[in-house]
């Protein structure tokens, strides 16, 4: 089955710790990414790339880091500089500029830090 | 980037057709709208988006008004499956960002 895949589902984490998400895509697409969600609240960007080798930050990526040495693999580490890692995270991938561009989403990451 | 505004919760009788609609006053010519949509604590998925012209695809119509300040999303026959939060979205065609706002919560009932 073609898809992306996040794992855990749920993950626990005490305060002060680093912990790195997991975001695995076999549909051979370019461009992936990494959205945090907050209860009741929208999608907000934290990193993106178009390319392997190559990420661009989005709209909140302090204390986020990524990277991108596989165009399949696009984890994200969560550092201690994140005030509030406490959040929903999803991952979501698109095949290149020339083509489609829908958005794919994985199922998510439930990050609780304690 | 255009902000993109909708009603925070929508009723609509299963059966019936659904019609959740989308302001986009600060939409440039290059910005599509995008409709997610988000069934608890699952990844979003992916329904329609437009330009200027309305679509139709098997899950739903987009009718972008002329001037296209705003859109409407239709779900012709609105299921109990159907209840989820309906995000309208603006994305930049020279960017490619999502911007997501806070959504509708459509909720069909029996």
């Known amino acids: 089955d073609g898809g992306i895949t996040q794992s855990p589902k749920y993950l626990f984490r005490k305060e002060g710790q680093n912990v790195t998400l997991s975001c695995e895509q076999n549909?051979?697409?370019?461009?992936m990414y990494w959205y945090r969600q907050d209860p009741g609240q929208g999608l907000r960007l934290i990193y993106y790339s178009q390319i392997v080798n190559d990420f661009q930050k989005g709209d909140i990526a302090e204390g986020y880091s990524v990277s991108r040495e596989k165009k399949e693999s696009f984890p994200l580490t969560v550092t201690s500089a994140q005030k509030n890692p406490t959040a929903f995270y999803l991952c979501?991938?698109?095949?290149?500029?020339?083509?489609?561009?829908?958005?794919?989403f994985g199922p998510g990451t439930r990050l609780t830090v304690l | 980037d255009a902000k993109t505004t909708q009603p925070t919760s929508m009723d609509c009788a299963e059966g019936r057709a659904a019609n959740l609609p989308c302001n986009h006053s600060t939409i440039s010519g290059n910005e599509y709208v995008y409709w997610y949509r988000q069934i608890h604590s699952q990844g979003p998925q992916y329904i329609i988006h437009g330009l200027k012209n309305n679509e139709t695809n098997e899950m739903a119509s987009l009718i972008i008004t002329e001037d296209r300040k705003s859109s409407t999303l239709i779900l012709p026959h609105a299921t109990l499956r159907d209840t989820a939060v309906y995000y309208c979205i603006s994305r930049s065609r020279a960017t490619n960002k999502l911007i997501f706002g806070t959504g509708t919560l459509l909720a069909v009932q029996p």
């Open positions: 979501a991938s698109r095949p290149g500029l020339e083509k489609y561009n829908e958005q794919f």
């Open positions: 549909l051979n697409h370019d461009a």
